[in-house]
């Protein structure tokens, strides 16, 4: 089965910086990678999809990035406002893209301070 | 997303009570989820179903059972609560397009407490 590691649990950054996300994963190549953002006591928002054969993918501030090579996807966030605050999640198919489930990482805490 | 509504939003209830959770959906999706999240733990897939004939064990199956009434309905049941089963409860839908995208869509959750 797919593991994925989010670099830290928390995050702290000024505002108006870049955020940067980590998000590695073992084993095989997935298909695709999804970020999703979840607020306190609410579900998870999907963001972005970023495929295998995709390298870069920017959604207004967003901005993904894929490497195969490295199995690693980073997230990034420009121009961070306080409003960018919640847990940040990444999730790629379970096992190689035939039955389309996702495994999630455990999240990363983002807090952007004014 | 009000498009996927779970009842109840909260719930406490005691040790060996069985109780169900709803999820309905306005989406028209095949697909539906049920995950369970832990501090630490992150989500984890209890049962999914790919259509209404279609039920299928995630990776935390035990102690749980789901019904599929309808496309736009799946419940889940603890037949015999334990407190290990305290958790924020998430109903999901997707609908594949052109192949490997899937794209989840959460409800709100359900917030079980078992004493």
């Known amino acids: 089965s797919q593991k994925i590691e989010q670099n830290s649990e928390a995050l702290n950054i000024q505002e108006g910086k870049t955020a940067t996300l980590t998000c590695n994963y073992t084993?095989?190549?997935?298909?695709?990678l999804q970020w999703y953002r979840q607020d306190p006591g609410r579900g998870p928002v999907f963001l972005l999809l970023?495929?295998?054969?995709?390298k870069e993918k920017r959604k207004e501030r967003l901005k993904v990035t894929f490497d195969t090579t490295l199995k690693q996807s980073l997230f990034h966030i420009t121009a961070s406002q306080p409003a960018d605050s919640a847990t940040y999640l990444c999730?790629?198919?379970?096992?190689?893209?035939?039955?389309?489930?996702?495994?999630f990482g455990k999240g990363t805490l983002l807090t952007v301070n004014p | 997303d009000a498009d996927v509504t779970q009842t109840p939003r909260n719930r406490i209830t005691k040790t060996g009570k069985r109780i169900m959770l709803e999820c309905s959906q306005t989406?028209?999706?095949?697909?539906m989820y049920w995950y369970r999240q832990d501090p630490g733990l992150g989500l984890r897939l209890i049962y999914y179903?790919?259509?209404?004939?279609?039920?299928n064990k995630g990776e935390i199956s035990d102690g749980y059972s789901v019904s599929r009434q309808a496309q736009a309905k799946f419940s889940l049941s603890l037949e015999s609560a334990i407190p290990n089963q305290t958790a924020l409860y998430f109903c999901?839908?997707?609908?594949?397009?052109?192949?490997?995208?899937?794209?989840?869509?959460f409800g709100p959750g359900t917030r079980l407490l078992v004493l």
């Open positions: 179903s790919f259509d209404v004939k279609d039920i």
């Open positions: 970023i495929r295998e054969n995709e």
């Open positions: 999901a839908t997707s609908d594949p397009t052109g192949g490997v995208t899937e794209t989840q869509y």
């Open positions: 999730a790629l198919d379970s096992e190689g893209g035939s039955n389309y489930k996702l495994t």
């Open positions: 084993n095989y190549s997935p298909a695709y």
């Open positions: 989406k028209g999706h095949d697909r």
